[in-house]
């Protein structure tokens, strides 16, 4: 046991280091992955490069779901880049490769719905929900503003509420007795 | 009426979510149905020298089984497929990233379903088809349209649901 026992210096090298395998590891796991597909050439054109990655940021990788086609490992969005790189390399513009992709995988591939009938409510919805709330709140608002102060109370109510009021005993509905909660308790 | 409306809201989101639950994620409509199958020339596995294209088959209905030999659930489904089909249309297999070259060792052992199966190794033509998984299943016409698109195994309710009722409308 003693033997097993580290001095805190030496348990935090130890931590340190596999701390550092760790990163290393996580580091190298991509490429791993890589390694069974054929390498694709990403480094021999930054520009072509750059344009992919900022085109592929708004397209959904469709395995995937919730990633982006630039962020994500799986295999069909590694495919996916490469055929992107062709058709940009073919001298393809952006519209046109996004354009082939949607012929192939339907709006779906876009982060970002097109506005075209289908999607009207998708795009329309957050603003008529807010209108409309506003409108609910515009018209409760008025309502009130139109309520007129109710001055019909009759002549027996009125002497009873002063008559209330001028009375000397101060009046409990439940008796003293039955008087219950934090002031009670506090006086115990 | 003015009391029913908390109601009438709650069943319209109930509506929503009811409908949303047997939302299928993984079957992305596909914008193909309707268009010309994509062309390809490719080896066909097993016979060597040999390429099979779509532009063969035009005239006739077909099948275009896309799978591979590392999709469990493909090898599963081939075994079902000879029977449902039962030679009443041809089924041509895309092979999908056969890296390993199993497919043929695998298709001579377990016999193939399919008139012939093409080696798509990198994967290019199935990106063609819009392929998401394994396996997949296009109906094409005799034009060479693709006429419907079925995501997941073939099995033999899917089959009578979806294919027979297609088929026969197609080859009338």
Redesign the interface.
Known sequence: MDQEVRTPVEGVAVLKGSLGLLICLLWLAPEWGMA???AAPNADDPALEARLNRLAEGLRC??C?NESLAESRA??AL??RE?IREMMRAGMSDDAVVESL?????D?VLYRPPLKPLTYLLWAGPLAFLLGGAGLAMGSVLRRRMLRPQADVSADALREAARLLQGSEPHSPRGTDAVSGPTHREER | MRRWGPLWLFAAVAAFLYVGLYLNPKEVPSPLVGRPAPDFTLPVIGQPGETFSPSEVRGKVWLLNIWAPWCSVCLEEHKHLPRLVDGRVPIYGLTWKDLDREAAPLLARNGSPYVAAVDDRDGRIALRYGVTVTPETFVIDRHGMIRMKHVGPVTPAVWTRKFEPLLKALQS
């Open positions: 069974s597909v054929p469709v395995v779901q295999s069909l495919d996916l055929e949607v012929a192939r995988y339907g779906f």
